[in-house]
Structure formats: structure tokens, C-alpha cells
């Protein structure tokens, strides 16, 4: 797969290596469609169609990557689970099995997977993962909760067992510029120490990869005029019939540059971009338009769509909730814990309000461009997003 990368010329564009860690660079880092597991398994990868980045997702609670494919968990990932009264094990931090026993000190007994006094009194507190030991006011036993998503056991020395807010999501990564990357911790309460992409490797979205070779835009060639080359400044002068100058190049006829798909919005006040998978269409038989943005967070895989129905080709306007019509809109999203390719109802998300605006709507190959923005509310009714902001501007591709 490795190859040296050449310089070439032409028109002012110039192909170039990857700068560090030698002159080499690849034109590929997967085949297109491969799934692999990324980061030791808590991700799931599938190569992009241009076999130069990995689209990601996280894999839904109760499984782990393995083998590209998402298989169930054995064990809560890093909880501890009693082994007798008096011993403990560790679940893996995938959800693999579980480690060896751990006795646990004289005068205590497991309970809830944590070496705890009995009987308890009442206000003492423990951690265990994401679940929250506490005794009964009564003194009458130890009670375990859950602290949620997002949410961690927090006990400070000499201090009373918490849930708190994960600082970061667990075993999500960021890179650190391009030459490593950081960890959130188990328990989500940190970012792990940098660590550093081996020789010849450089971080994207998390991942160290092989450095792939990269367009890039030189400073502009300095071309001298030719000396009998004149130009007739006399009042009166017809500009128009002035010849061209011979610079003695040779210019081929190259096609226009290729305007980037972009997208993003602000979810919940954090600023989204979407940076993978961007796309347009517009389903001719339902009348249908439809954008689809993706954004690794963490490690889950934000999917946005956004739908404008019925609506005929080339019509542009905008469409709200608040003031409805014969056209609708919707937007969802899915936050890595369902599959969109199970059907709309596996977004997690839906909005219950928008305002959505198509500012242009071109033929094939053109543009589709707009605004968006909303009330996005969960399945289940427990969870809220606000939409703020939305924007995009991707190729359409049907």
C-alpha cells in the first residue's frame, strides 16, 4: 500500500508527501466497504467508498466491536460483580469476562460488587462504575442506582459518594495536532496522558493511520512578461483589441475546482461539524428531499437528515412547524445507538418543532443548500435537544 509520493506540477497544483516521519505516504489506508474494529474495540469501522478514511460508529449498549461486527457483552464493561460474599471480580473494560477474584479486607463482605460493613449506617456511600452505593436512612441495608447516561460515581477522599456529569465520553478519543492522540478514561471523568502515533503515522478523528497523500496549493508561479509585449495606453486606445501576451505557457482546459460538501449545527449550545458522509438527493418519486451529514462525538456517530416532502424539483423556500403547509420537513437525529439503515424509526431523535429553509436546489451535480433548526425530542420522551444554527451545502447526487 506504501508508495513514495512524486511532486507534480501542473497549472499551479502540486501533489506532495505527507510532511513527518520520512517521504512516504499513501493513496489509501483501508478497502472500501472493510469493516475492522477501531480503538481496541469500542468502535466500530467501515471503509469509506474512497478507501481514505474509516466512518465510525459506537457500538449499541450491551455489545462491543469484534471482528468488524458488533457481538453481545459477557458483563457491564469495568463494573465489579461479587464472586462470594467475601470476594470480588472485574468485568474487562469491553465486557469481555470477567478477571480474576479479589478477597476483600477482613471485617468487610461484598455487596453490590464493593467491599462494604455490614450492617451499614446511614449516609455512608461506595462507587461502583456508574452506580451509586448508599445505605438506607434507616441503617436497614445498602441500595445500588444506576446514575444514569453520561454520568459517573464520583467519591472523594473523605467525602460522600456522587454522581456526577462525565467530563468526557468514556473511551472516547481526540487528537492531539497530528501526532497522537488522547483517551477519555474509563469512568469519564478525565482525558488519559497523549499518547503517540508510532513512525510514519499521523491522528484523524482519534485514530492513528497511515499519512495519506494530500492536494495541496503551492505559491503561484512569478511569470515575466515578455519585453515586446506593449500596451497601447494613448487616449482613445481600443483596450479591447490589445493581443494577448505571449508568456510562453501552455494552459490546458481544466475543470472548475470541486466546492467542498459542508454542514453543521449547534446541538444543545456545543457547535457540531459535520465532516463525514455528506450528502444530497432528491427522491423523484415522493417528491422528496433529503441532506445527510455525519460527525464522530466522542465516540458515538452523530447521523443528521434532514427531510423537505412533498416539495416539486427546484423549488426553494421555507418551510416551519409554527406556520404549516402542504410541505413538511423533518429533521432527526441518531446518536450511534440505533441503525439508520433499520428505517426512520431507529433515530433516536425527531423533531417536534423546525424551521427549515432550502436557499437553492440545483440539478445533478449542482448544489443543495439551506438553513435549519428545531426541538429534537428522544423516543421515549425523556430527553430534549435544541437545534440551533443548522446549516449545509452539499453536491446533489440524484
Not at 34 to 40: L, S
Not at 109 to 118: A, Q, R, W
Not at 180 to 201: F, I, K, M, N, S
Amino acid at each position: 500500500m506504501f508508495q513514495r509520493c512524486l511532486v507534480a506540477v501542473l497549472l499551479g497544483v502540486a501533489l506532495l508527501a505527507c510532511s513527518g516521519g520520512g517521504n512516504s505516504c499513501v493513496d489509501t489506508i483501508c478497502t472500501a466497504g472493510e469493516k475492522a474494529c477501531q480503538a481496541e474495540g469500542h468502535l466500530q469501522g467501515t471503509c469509506a467508498d474512497d478507501g481514505r478514511s474509516w466512518e465510525l460508529k459506537a457500538c449499541p449498549d450491551g455489545t462491543y466491536c469484534s471482528g468488524g461486527s458488533c457481538v453481545p457483552t459477557v458483563c457491564t464493561p469495568s463494573q465489579r460483580v461479587c464472586y462470594d460474599p467475601t470476594a470480588w471480580q472485574q468485568c474487562d473494560d469491553l465486557g469481555t469476562g470477567l478477571g480474576a477474584s479479589t478477597p476483600c479486607p477482613e471485617d468487610t463482605g461484598c455487596v453490590h460488587g464493593v467491599c462494604l460493613s455490614e450492617p451499614c449506617f446511614a449516609g455512608k456511600s461506595a462507587c461502583n462504575g456508574a452506580k451509586l452505593i448508599t445505605c438506607s436512612t434507616a441503617g436497614g441495608g445498602w441500595v445500588a442506582d444506576d446514575c444514569g447516561p453520561g454520568r459517573h460515581c464520583v467519591q472523594p477522599e473523605g467525602a460522600a459518594a456522587t454522581c456526577q456529569d462525565d467530563l468526557c465520553v468514556p473511551f472516547s478519543r481526540q487528537c492531539e495536532g497530528t501526532e497522537g492522540y488522547q483517551a477519555c478514561l474509563a469512568d469519564g471523568t478525565a482525558w488519559a496522558d497523549p499518547v503517540a502515533c508510532e513512525g510514519g503515522q499521523a491522528c484523524h478523528n482519534g485514530l492513528c493511520t497511515d499519512k495519506l497523500c494530500q492536494v495541496v496549493q503551492p505559491e503561484p508561479d512569478v511569470v515575466d512578461v515578455a519585453p515586446e509585449a506593449t500596451v497601447d495606453t494613448t487616449p482613445g486606445g481600443d483596450d479591447d483589441a490589445l493581443a494577448p501576451l505571449d508568456t510562453g505557457l501552455e494552459v490546458e482546459d481544466l475543470p472548475p475546482l470541486e466546492v467542498p460538501d459542508t454542514g453543521s449545527a449547534v446541538i444543545n449550545g456545543t457547535v457540531v461539524y459535520f465532516t463525514m458522509s455528506l450528502s444530497g438527493k432528491y427522491v423523484a418519486a415522493e417528491e422528496r428531499v433529503l441532506v445527510s451529514m455525519n460527525e464522530l462525538v466522542g465516540v458515538k456517530l452523530y447521523q443528521m437528515e434532514v427531510h423537505i416532502i412533498p416539495v416539486a424539483e427546484f423549488t426553494v423556500g421555507e418551510w416551519s412547524s409554527a406556520d404549516p403547509s402542504e410541505v413538511a420537513a423533518e429533521i432527526r437525529l441518531n446518536d450511534g445507538t440505533g441503525d439508520p439503515g433499520e428505517g426512520p424509526d431507529s433515530y433516536k431523535y425527531k423533531a417536534t418543532e423546525y424551521t427549515v429553509a432550502l436557499d437553492q436546489f440545483d440539478a445533478v451535480g449542482g448544489r443543495l443548500k439551506g438553513t435549519f433548526s428545531g426541538k429534537l425530542q428522544s423516543k421515549d420522551g425523556t430527553e430534549t435537544l435544541n437545534v440551533t444554527e443548522g446549516k449545509f451545502d452539499v453536491k446533489r447526487k440524484n
